[in-house]
């Protein structure tokens, strides 16, 4: 099994400041990474997919790199509304692994 | 509108079984492969289980082999899952998901304890 090592756990970030989440594939995934952003109580909503594509109607604040073992999400500016928990999600090979997830909060 | 609802979960007792639904419209429900996403109360996202279009093929998490089971019906637009030998760790929200075309249903909760 693929496993997805996501960093950090939490952060605590201020409205305007740019923020960096990591995933890291335990085998080489090609691109076939997506990052998500859940809030409470609701189901999670995708982001970014095959690694550095925007999904439509996501803010251009939001971007995605890598390739094949490392994977990184950016926000380039934060926001209120992206106080969230993030996730990414290999779909690479079977079973599908989540990372651990990422909780921003206010600092 | 594309809709994902989840019906089917509750209380149930270690060891016991359940059967999850979920009913999608407003896509054409055969062409896409299903999944079941479970997320524990405080916990991260885990992928459950996923049935292909036509239900020919099927894949699980470990922790869930010989115990769930996915299945669909394309005639009625259903995707299922079989729950069965039900285990506390097992509690967890579970959605309904597309996630080819980042199709989510809500969630339904299923608590196992005595």
């Known amino acids: 099994d693929i496993q997805m090592t996501q960093s950090p756990s939490s952060l605590s970030a201020s409205v305007g400041d740019r923020v960096t989440i990591t995933c890291r594939a335990s085998?080489?995934?090609?691109?076939?990474l997506r990052w998500y952003q859940q809030k409470p109580g609701k189901a999670p909503k995708r982001l970014i997919y095959?690694?550095?594509s925007l999904q439509s109607g996501v803010p251009s604040r939001f971007s995605g790199s890598g390739s094949g073992t490392e994977f990184t999400l950016t926000i380039s500016s934060l926001q209120p509304e992206d106080f969230a928990t993030y996730y990414c999600?290999?779909?690479?090979?079977?079973?599908?692994?989540f990372g651990q997830g990422t909780k921003v909060e206010i600092k | 509108e594309v809709q994902l609802v989840e019906s089917g979960g509750g209380l149930v007792q270690p060891g016991g079984s359940l059967r999850l639904s979920c009913a999608a419209s407003?896509?054409?429900?055969?062409?896409?492969?299903m999944n079941w996403v479970r997320q524990a109360p405080g916990k991260g996202l885990e992928w459950v289980a996923k049935?292909?279009?036509?239900?020919?093929?099927?894949y699980y998490v470990d922790s869930v082999k010989g115990r769930f089971t996915i299945s669909r019906d394309n005639a009625k637009n259903s995707l299922y899952l079989q729950m069965n030998s039900l285990r506390a760790e097992d509690t967890a929200v579970y959605y309904c998901?597309?996630?080819?075309?980042?199709?989510w249903g809500q969630g339904t909760l299923v608590t196992v304890s005595s």
């Open positions: 049935i292909k279009q036509d239900g020919s093929e099927k």
């Open positions: 999600l290999q779909h690479n090979s079977y079973p599908r692994t």
């Open positions: 407003g896509f054409t429900f055969s062409s896409y492969g």
């Open positions: 095959a690694a550095s």
């Open positions: 998901a597309g996630l080819h075309n980042d199709y």
């Open positions: 085998q080489g995934i090609r691109n076939d």
